[in-house]
């Protein structure tokens, strides 16, 4: 057992409120913290949207489990009342390294010392942020993919500094909320999903923004050549713009300029993803 018992999760956009669901589903006590009131009440909409989500696709949810979650859910924009007495702090603000080192240092300034801390990052290596914290040993990555509930992975990646017990007991814990842990062994750029993701939604991207094919041919074509359930489009409106768009922004000049023609064709007209109700597609 990892010992684990209270856990905070720190941002509750698309991911991490379902990490902080899955999280109370699996029997946790979660406080959800974000920035101000109007973000979490944003949050609590999200929070009704996974219960009939998991009523309908996640087996046995229908007894009453995916409402009794909702019970073991708090709420809290004090960050310092919010982690007062947690184990477990999982962070998921925005891929954007300065905001993530700006969390963690008034992080490491109110959570008590046995807290661990995971960051949620899908780009950024713990050591790039490990130096804005105050317990080296105590922190790590701690991945998710987008529809926790359906595709449950979760990759565990520590920097050299990280005690093999900590890494242990996130691998332990990311079983008892019923994810898939993936140990990763060393520090890796993109961990293991990302490797291999990244590469194939830029590849899609350049198809589209350079006008060699529309979106849904893209999508078509990857579709019936491979058999896949889903095209990378689709992936993204899955995932969500807004993620992709600050990793490629924060990159060279081509990821710059990718980021410019999404925001320019797509975000600025508000298709943000499935999660807004349009993206590459529109959806009820």
Known sequence: MSDIKKVVVLGTGVLGSQIAFQTAYSGFEVTAYDIDDDALAAAK?????????YRNEVPGAADGKADAALGRLTYSSDLAAAVTDADLVIEAVPEILDLKREIYRKLSAAAPEKTIFATNS?????????GATDRPDRFLALHFANRVWQFNTAEVMGTAQTSPDVFDRLVEFAGEIGMVAIPIHKEKAGYVLNSLLV??????LE?????????????NTWRIATGAPMGPFQIYDVIGLNTPYNIMVNGDEHAQRMAAWLKENYMDKGKLGLAAGEGFYKYR
């Open 207 to 219: 198809l589209a923004a350079g006008d060699y094919a529309e979106p849904k041919d893209v999508d």
């Open 199 to 204: 590469p194939f939604l830029n590849a899609a």
């Open 45 to 53: 909409e999200r929070f009704a949207g996974l219960v009939t989500t």
């Open 122 to 130: 899908s780009t950024l290596l713990p050591s790039d942020i490990v």
